[in-house]
C-alpha cells in the first residue's frame, strides 16, 4: 500500500521512501516501524507493541524502539510521532491512500535532496561477525586468522574446605592455562578482595577463588571469578572431588564467561551473549541463573521470571537441590521489585527450606537477609532484626567474613530507619568489634563512619563523616562506600555554592568509570558551560548505560532533558525517566520533577 504525507511517498510492502520522486534510504527496522506507525494510525502504540511487531520477539533493549521514533523525527518533524507518557505512540500527519505512487510536483521539486548512505547494513554485519566471533574463538587483533587453542590464563587460590582433604587441584588444558597462588587464602581474599585484587590484578587479572564442602556423600562447592570488569559465580555438585573439577573446568571453557568478566559489555551485548550461550549449552543451571540475574538488573522482570521458573524446573530434573533454593529465591527478588510482597515471602520461604535440606548456611543466610527486606516491609522490626541476626551467625559458620558483618551494619541501618536508637548503635559496634577480630583491611572500617553519616540529621553534620570515610580509603578509591560519600559530599558543596571545594573532591580520583563521570557532570553543570556540560552527560548516560546502573542514568536523563539546546533529544530522555523511575527516586527529584513539568505539583 502507497501512503503520502508532506511531499513523501511510502510502500509499505517494500518498506520504501521516495521524496518528490526521488529515493530516500531507511533503515530496514524502521520502514518496518513507519509501516506499522501507518497501517495502525488510529492507535496510541504501546513499546511492547512495536517491539514485538518490529523485532518480533528478538532480544532487544526498548532503547531500539526509541532511537527509531527519534530517526523518524528526523526525517519528518518532530510534530510527526506523538508521545503518550506511559502508553506509547501514535502517527498524527495527514496521509493519502493510493495504489499506485505519483511523484508530486512542487515549488521544492527541484531542490537536490542529499541521499543517506546505508551504512546500517554493514555496522550490522559487523556486530554480527563480533558477536559470534567471541564464541568461535575469533582474533579482534589479527582479522580473519582463527585460533583453534586460544588460551584463557587463570590463577586460582586452593579452595577452602570444612574437611582438609576437599581441596581440589586445576590442571592446565587447551582452553585454560591455570596458575595456583599458594601463599594465598581463601577466606582471608574473599573477605578482603577489593585491596587484594586490586594488587594481584597487575600480575594475575583474573582470579578464581571458591569454597568445597561435603554433606551426606554429595560434594558442593561455590566459586567466583574475578576479572577487570565483572564477577562471575556459580555452584557445583558431584559425588566425588574428581567429578566436581570436571564440571569446573568444562563449565570455565566457555568463551562467554571470559568475554563477561574480561571486557565492559553494553546490557544489550551482555543479554545477547548470555541467549546464546545458554542456547548452545541449555543444561547449564550457572548460565541460566546468571541469564536470569541478567534480565532483572535490566528490569526486565518477565523475562527474568521466565527464566527463574526455567531454572527451577531444569534443576528439579538434575536433582540439584542447591539450584532449586537459588531458583526460589531468583522469584522471590523478582516478586519483591514488583512490590508482591506475600508472593515474595513463600518464595522466599520455599528457597529456605531446600537450602536447609542440604545444609547451604550461605544459601539460607542469603535468603534471611533478603527476608528481612519483607520483614521491613511488614513493618516486623523484631522478625527483620532475628532474620539479620540468623544471617550473620550462619555466614559466620560458613567462614563468609564480609557477610558476616554486612548483616549486622545492615541491621544498624535497619534499626535507624525503625527508630531503635540502642539497637543501631550497638550492632554498628559489634560490627566494628568483629572487624578488628578479623583483622581486616582499612577500608572494612569506612562503614562505621559511613552509618554514623546515615544517621546524622543534617548534610552539615554529614560533612566530617563522609571527610572522615575517603579518608579511610585513599588506597581503595572505588570501594562502593567511599563512592557513595563522595558523591553526596559533592553534591552538599554544590549545595553550599563551594564549587571549589566540590571540584578538589573530584580532582582526587582518577579512574574512568561512571561514578566519576557523573561528577564531572555535576561540576560541568556547575560552571555554567552547556557544550562541556552535554558532552559530559552524554558520556556519562553511556557509560551508566553500558554498567546498568539506572539511578545514575536517570539523574543524567534529567539533567540532559533540562538544557534548553537544540542537540538534546528531550523526547528521548523525558520517555526514558517516564519508563524507569522508582517511587523513591521521583520522591528524591519532586521538586526538579515538577519545575520541569514531567510530574504534576
Known amino acids: 500500500m502507497y501512503y503520502q504525507f508532506l511531499d513523501y511517498t511510502f510502500d509499505s510492502t517494500s518498506l520504501t521512501l521516495q521524496r518528490q520522486g526521488k529515493d530516500i534510504d531507511i533503515r530496514h527496522n524502521e520502514g518496518k516501524l513507519l509501516a506499522l506507525l501507518l497501517d495502525r494510525r488510529d492507535e496510541v502504540l504501546s513499546k511492547e507493541a512495536i517491539l514485538d511487531a518490529v523485532w518480533k520477539g528478538k532480544v532487544v533493549s526498548e532503547q531500539a524502539v526509541f532511537q527509531n521514533i527519534s530517526h523518524l523525527r528526523n526525517l519528518f518533524g518532530n510534530d510527526a510521532i506523538k508521545t503518550f507518557p506511559k502508553r506509547g505512540y501514535q502517527w498524527q500527519l ?46 579482534g587483533e589479527q582479522p580473519g586468522q582463527i585460533e583453534t587453542q586460544q588460551q584463557h590464563k587463570v590463577a586460582y587460590i586452593n579452595f577452602a574446605g570444612q574437611l582438609n582433604e576437599t581441596t581440589i587441584n586445576l590442571s592446565d588444558n587447551e ?33 578464581l577463588n571458591g569454597t568445597v564442602r561435603m554433606h551426606q556423600g554429595t560434594y558442593f562447592a561455590r566459586f567466583i571469578l574475578k576479572g577487570p570488569h565483572g564477577d562471575w559465580s556459580g555452584q557445583l555438585s558431584g559425588t566425588t572431588k574428581a567429578e566436581l573439577t570436571h564440571q569446573l573446568i568444562t563449565h570455565l571453557s566457555q568463551p ?82 514488583k512490590e508482591l510482597y506475600e508472593l515474595s515471602q513463600e518464595k522466599l520461604m520455599t528457597a529456605i527450606t531446600h537450602f536447609e535440606s542440604i545444609n547451604d548456611l550461605e544459601g539460607h543466610a542469603n535468603a534471611l537477609y533478603a527476608k528481612s527486606w519483607l520483614d521491613h516491609q511488614a513493618n516486623d522490626y ?119 571545594d566540590a ?22 553543570q556547575q560552571e555554567g558551560d552547556t557544550q562541556a556540560l552535554i558532552d559530559k552527560a552524554h558520556y556519562t548516560f553511556e557509560l551508566a548505560q553500558m554498567a546498568n546502573q539506572r539511578f545514575i542514568s536517570l539523574d543524567t536523563a534529567l539533567i540532559l532533558y533540562g538544557i534548553d539546546h537544540a542537540n538534546i533529544n528531550h523526547d528521548f530522555y523525558r520517555q526514558y525517566i517516564d519508563d524507569n523511575k522508582s517511587v523513591a527516586w521521583q520522591t528524591r527529584n519532586q521538586d526538579e520533577l515538577t519545575r520541569l513539568g514531567l510530574i504534576e505539583s
Open 94 to 139: 495527514d496521509i493519502s491512500i493510493c495504489n499506485q505512487p505519483t511523484v508530486q510536483t512542487t515549488a521544492e521539486s527541484s531542490v537536490p535532496v542529499k541521499k543517506q548512505h546505508n551504512y546500517w547494513k554493514y555496522i550490522a554485519l559487523a556486530g554480527m561477525f563480533i558477536v559470534i566471533s567471541g564464541f568461535l574463538g575469533f582474533s
Open 175 to 207: 582452553k585454560i592455562d591455570f596458575t595456583l597462588l599458594p601463599n594465598l587464602d581463601s577466606a582471608t581474599f574473599a573477605a578482603t578482595s577489593t585491596l587484594a585484587y586490586q594488587d594481584l590484578a597487575k600480575t594475575h587479572p583474573i582470579v
Open 256 to 337: 562467554t564467561i571470559f568475554d563477561y568478566v574480561n571486557k565492559r559489555l553494553a546490557p544489550e551485548h551482555m543479554l545477547a551473549s548470555l541467549s546464546l550461550a545458554h542456547a548452545t549449552t541449555p543444561n547449564d543451571l550457572i548460565l541460566l541463573d546468571q541469564l536470569t540475574r541478567a534480565y532483572i538488573n535490566h528490569r526486565e522482570l518477565d523475562k527474568a521470571m521466565v527464566m527463574a521458573d526455567k531454572l527451577a524446573t531444569l534443576s528439579n530434573q538434575q536433582n540439584r537441590i542447591d539450584y532449586q533454593g537459588k531458583a526460589f529465591l531468583l522469584q522471590s527478588r523478582i516478586l519483591s521489585e
Open 382 to 500: 523484631d522478625t527483620l532484626k532475628q532474620s539479620l541476626l540468623t544471617s550473620s551467625e550462619l555466614n559466620r559458620q560458613a567462614q563468609n567474613i564480609a557477610q558476616e558483618i554486612e548483616s549486622l551494619t545492615y541491621l544498624s541501618v535497619m534499626a535507624h530507619k525503625h527508630k531503635q536508637q540502642q539497637d543501631k548503635y550497638s550492632y554498628l559496634q559489634l560490627a566494628e568489634s568483629k572487624m578488628r577480630s578479623y583483622n581486616l583491611p582499612d577500608y572494612h572500617y569506612a562503614k562505621i563512619p559511613f552509618h554514623y553519616a546515615i544517621f546524622a540529621e543534617t548534610p552539615a553534620a554529614k560533612e566530617p563523616h563522609y571527610k572522615q570515610v575517603l579518608e579511610i580509603t585513599k588506597l581503595t578509591p572505588d570501594y562502593w562506600v567511599a563512592r557513595n560519600c563522595r558523591r553526596s559530599l559533592v553534591q552538599y558543596y554544590i549545595a553550599e555554592n563551594r564549587l571549589y
Open 503 to 524: 571540584k578538589q573532591i573530584v580532582a582526587q580520583v582518577t579512574t574512568d568509570n561512571v561514578h566519576n563521570a557523573y561528577l564531572h557532570t555535576l561540576i560541568a
